[in-house]
């Protein structure tokens, strides 16, 4: 099975701080990585599909990047409502696996 | 508007079964492989099991192998989950999704086993 290893597991960031979490394979995924935004209560949000792809209705300043094991998403100016956790996704190949999730907070 | 409404959780004793339904609409249904995928409580997320979009093909998690059946009905644009000989690390939300990306998530049944 294909482990992803996300870090930090907890951030605290003031609004309008550039935000990056990562998370690292532990092989190679071809760029075959989520990330999803759960607020609490909530289901799973996609945010961005296949390393950089920003899903429909995101705001832009979501974006991701990476490639072979090691993948990075950055949030370029922090808002309120991004108070959430975040995960990331390896559809690559099954049992497709989760990162263990950053639970983002305000400062 | 895609949509994936979950039904069919509770309360249930170990060892028995369970059969968890997930209605979608929006989109057209038998074009998607589907996906069951479960958060236990203050836990993360791990995927449970797929079906191809005609529904020739599953895929299981190791841990529920034997005990989970993944089925759909194209016709009435639903995708089911039969969950048998439950167990306590059962306990969980469940969500279906759209298995393209993973893109779209129903709301999340809970499943409770417990004595």
């Known amino acids: 099975d294909i482990q992803m290893t996300q870090s930090p597991s907890f951030l605290s960031a003031s609004v309008g701080d550039r935000v990056t979490i990562n998370c690292k394979a532990s092989?190679?995924?071809?760029?075959?990585l989520n990330w999803y935004q759960q607020k609490l209560g909530e289901a799973p949000k996609l945010l961005i599909y296949n390393t950089n792809n920003l899903q429909t209705g995101i705001p832009s300043r979501f974006s991701g990047s990476g490639s072979g094991t090691d993948y990075t998403l950055t949030i370029s100016s922090l808002q309120p409502e991004d108070v959430a956790t975040y995960f990331c996704?390896?559809?690559?190949?099954?049992?497709?696996?989760f990162g263990s999730g950053t639970k983002l907070e305000i400062k | 508007e895609v949509q994936l409404v979950e039904s069919g959780g509770g309360l249930v004793q170990p060892g028995r079964s369970m059969k968890l339904s997930c209605a979608a609409s929006?989109?057209?249904?038998?074009?998607?492989?589907m996906a069951w995928v479960c958060q236990a409580p203050k836990k993360g997320l791990e995927w449970v099991a797929t079906i191809s979009y005609d529904g020739s093909s599953t895929y299981y998690r190791d841990s529920v192998k034997g005990r989970f059946t993944i089925s759909r009905d194209n016709a009435k644009s639903t995708l089911y989950l039969q969950m048998d000989s439950l167990r306590s690390e059962d306990t969980a939300t469940y969500y279906c999704?759209?298995?393209?990306?993973?893109?779209?998530w129903g709301q999340g049944v809970m499943v409770t086993v417990s004595s």
């Open positions: 996704l390896q559809h690559s190949s099954r049992p497709f696996t």
């Open positions: 999704a759209r298995q393209w990306s993973f893109d779209y």
């Open positions: 092989q190679n995924i071809n760029k075959y």
């Open positions: 929006g989109f057209t249904f038998n074009n998607y492989d």
